[in-house]
């Protein structure tokens, strides 16, 4: 039996504090659906330090609620974080109202795939861990064009896990 914690964040509104709200659910080994990398095996987690993943539990899986599609797990780059920014996604400055640490070049992070793709067309894909990677990206970007970015399977391993 496996136990998951979420932390949700409600915002009221008639107030502007925030509060945290502890979700806990718990499920049966068979009830837990394996969820594929674009390698076909078993997803491997991209981060826990920083954490990332739409839910932040360092995965970047595919969920329906997700609708940016964080699917990518990526070693980010400068060049790729400029990039996000100038395109009005600042992933560099810390936001702690949502509990977001901002990042730099070398965090690995679950990216979303549509952005992933206008990065690589633009010259700047970040590198991918393709074991981390949801094959869920592959509705977005093909194998080929992130095999081309991929991090060597034998160095995939972080040391923030």
Avoid at 104 to 129: F, H, I, Q
Wanted: hydrophobic letters at 35%.
């Amino acid at each position: 039996m496996f136990t998951f914690l979420r932390l949700t964040k409600a915002m009221t509104s008639s107030s502007s504090t925030t509060n945290f709200t502890k979700m806990t659910s718990t499920v049966t080994a068979s009830s837990v659906r394996t969820i594929a990398n674009v390698l076909g095996t078993e997803l491997k987690p991209c981060s826990f330090d920083p954490l990332t993943g739409y839910f932040r539990d360092g995965y970047c899986r595919m969920e329906s609620i997700d609708r940016g599609r964080h699917v990518i797990a990526a070693l980010l780059t400068k060049e790729f974080l400029d990039f996000t920014k100038s395109r009005g996604n600042d992933l560099i400055t810390p936001r702690p109202e949502y509990n977001f640490p901002g990042l730099k070049p070398g965090d690995r992070w679950c990216v979303c795939a549509l952005r992933w793709k206008e990065a690589y067309e633009a010259g700047v894909a970040p590198p991918v861990d393709l074991e981390a990677t949801d094959t869920g990206a592959l509705l977005y970007v093909n194998i080929d064009m992130l095999k081309k970015h991929a991090l060597p399977i034998t160095t995939n391993k972080t040391t923030n896990q």
